[in-house]
Nanobody, 122 residues
Framework: QVQLVESGGGLVQAGGSLRLSCAAS????????MAWYRQAPGKQRELVAS???????NYADSVKGRFTISRDNAKNTVYLQLNSLKPEDTAVYYC????????????????WGQGTQVTVSA
């Protein structure tokens, strides 16, 4: 079974930067779309950024120009570089994979990490 483990969250002042990482482990042959979502207290979970296996990216309007998503297919890892952070970026950030093909040619779908807290102080 494929599992996702996130790291890199923390407390930072407004204007600061963080880098989140999410590593997928298990019998992985290939991963389709990798993405980051976030959920602030009292709000719905929202898509922050996504990246396809070919490197195509998509960003929420609120983070364009400030956040950068990237992936290392050899390491089955996705990153999110957060720059120029604002207090409204405070949330739990979740890694997501839409589908994974395992080495035994079985698909796994809709995988989530446990979340990592990002807190931005004013």
């Amino acid at each position: 079974q494929v599992q996702l483990v996130e790291s890199g969250g923390g407390l930072v002042q407004a204007g600061g930067s963080l880098r989140l990482s999410c590593a997928a482990s298990g019998s992985i042959f290939s991963i389709n779309v990798m993405a980051w979502y976030r959920q602030a207290p009292g709000k719905q979970r929202e898509l922050v950024a996504s990246i396809t296996s070919g490197g195509g990216t998509n960003y929420a309007d609120s983070v364009k120009g400030r956040f950068t998503i990237s992936r290392d297919n050899a390491k089955n890892t996705v990153y999110l570089q957060l720059n120029s952070l604002k207090p409204e970026d405070t949330a739990v950030y979740y890694c997501h994979i839409d589908r994974v093909l395992t080495t035994v040619r079985r698909w796994e779908y809709d995988l989530w990490g446990q979340g990592t807290q990002v807190t931005v102080s004013a």
